[in-house]
């Protein structure tokens, strides 16, 4: 008989004195997972106790150069995907420098009295995806560990803050010409690639007395493209975004341009054959686009381009055939990049004594947006003229994980998780977690 089949014999038996026989299968996995729960608690006990009893060098090399000298073992208190662990570990101190240093803490990557980097990793994954209270319930099922909602909140923002750093570090490279440089040598330029901003409102918490100031979550995307446009705009659109990176922030536009530069350096946008640049017609998304990127082919969402209309023949016609015939003619005219025709049907029914006129507005709009509406060039092109793209990133971020019905949101905490949150939807989560690892070794 094997080494486990008798392991397993052994904690069978002692599940059947525990109890009566098992009534279902269910009953069985549950038993079965919470001893294994409790076995893995002392495997790591007996584990980290085995790691410390041998025999112990009476000085190490300190840091500094110095030498530390061993002094005595310390109490730590691991908090793991096996429960709370005590464990003892040697501590050195330097005479020269006044560091103290606990090497096996250092050799593991072990956090006493925090969370374990397995711990974060999946409390910062729950942390993502669902509201921390209600987080911390599924949390506890699913790995028999129980974090409180404050506990997924901080690895979240543990991870949100991580995603910080490495943005940090690629702005640094994007602003570096000696980089840069070398990225223009030896980087296989991209195609076709695209990008694109949007912005979305989240609640945050206001001084008491002051109304609830929602602030603007910016998000924004590069991804490419495989399929064609529709050959009629209500047609299925079969094209297809992929390879998809988000990045995320609440920050004025001015401070949220070099974020947008330094993700795209990392996507080679400048290097870029065609790059093009999807938005919804927000001016400060046209001016960051102009200012990093002056090459890039700038293109109004076609959804977005079509919302102007319905407003107008609300205002315009009081039967509602009249009011579709109407967006039908203008969405063919807007199709076949008609400008003229459009902007002119609009303005046929401006009323100078209507307040926030829609006909105005859809003119104004289309006037100034017109040479980023030539949709028959871009369709001609094969290129994608509908962000749906960043557009469900929004709701993925800002309303599904943000906009909880009634939540307030610390502004720093709105940013991190939306930060988190973006990493997680581009699939950065194994990266992040290796960085988070290498982190508690360092320290
Ligand atoms: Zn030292």
């Known amino acids: 008989m094997d080494k486990h089949t ?58 500094c150069g110095g030498e530390a000298r061993y002094i005595r073992q310390r109490p730590g208190q691991l908090y793991t995907l096996f429960g709370v662990v005590k464990y003892q570990r040697d501590y050195y101190l330097c005479s020269t ?60 923002q543990a991870y949100g803050r991580e995603v910080e750093q490495q943005e940090h ?20 330029a991209p195609l076709r ?85 999807l938005g919804d017609g927000a001016r400060w998304i046209w001016e960051l686009v102009d200012f990093y990127f002056p090459n890039a082919i700038q293109i109004v969402d076609w959804f977005h381009a079509c919302e102007y209309l319905a407003p107008v023949a609300q205002v315009a016609f009081t039967k509602k055939e009249e009011r579709e015939r109407w967006i039908e003619q203008m969405k063919t005219a807007l199709w076949k990049g008609q400008l003229d025709t459009v902007i002119a049907a609009c303005q046929k029914h401006v009323d100078p004594n ?34 749906g793209t960043v557009e469900s990133a929004v709701k993925q971020i800002a309303q599904q994980r943000l906009k909880v019905p009634g939540a307030r949101w610390n502004l720093e905490s709105a940013r991190l998780v939306s930060k988190a949150r973006a990493a997680f939807l581009s699939g950065q989560w194994p990266d992040l977690a290796d960085r988070r690892r290498c982190l508690s070794h360092a320290a």
């Open 354 to 387: 209507r307040e926030k006129d829609p006909a105005q507005q859809a003119s104004t709009y289309y006037t100034n947006n017109r040479h980023r509406m030539d949709y028959p060039t871009y369709r001609a092109n094969g290129y994608q003229i509908g962000s």
């Open 169 to 188: 570090e690629w702005r640094k490279q994007a602003q570096d010409p000696t980089d840069l440089q070398r990225q223009e040598r030896e980087i296989k």
């Open 193 to 277: 690639l695209y990008g694109t901003v949007d912005g979305g409102l989240v609640p945050t918490r206001a001084p008491k007395g002051e109304p609830q100031p929602w602030r603007e979550l910016k998000i924004g995307a590069w991804f490419m493209a495989r399929g064609q446009p529709p050959r009629h705009p209500d047609d299925e659109w079969a094209i297809r975004a992929e390879q998809i990176t988000y990045y995320a922030d609440i920050r004025p536009a001015e401070e949220f341009g070099p974020l947008m530069w330094a993700t795209g350096v990392q996507q080679h946008a400048q290097l870029a054959h065609e790059l093009i640049f």
């Open 6 to 63: 008798s392991i397993g014999e052994v904690v069978r038996d002692h599940l059947l004195v525990e109890s009566e026989a098992p009534q279902s299968l269910s009953e069985m996995e549950d038993k079965i997972r919470r001893v294994l729960w409790w076995l893995g608690n002392m495997v790591l006990h007996v584990w980290l106790r085995w790691l410390t009893k041998h025999e112990r060098e009476r000085a190490i090399a300190c840091k």
């Open 97 to 156: 420098c006044g560091q103290g240093t606990y090497p096996l803490d250092e050799q593991l990557g072990l956090r006493p009295n925090a969370m374990s980097a397995e711990v974060e990793r999946l409390a910062g994954l729950t942390g993502v995806q669902m509201p921390f209270a209600k987080g911390s319930e599924v949390f506890e099922e699913l790995t028999l560990v129980s974090l409180s909602d404050q506990s997924l909140d901080k690895a979240t």
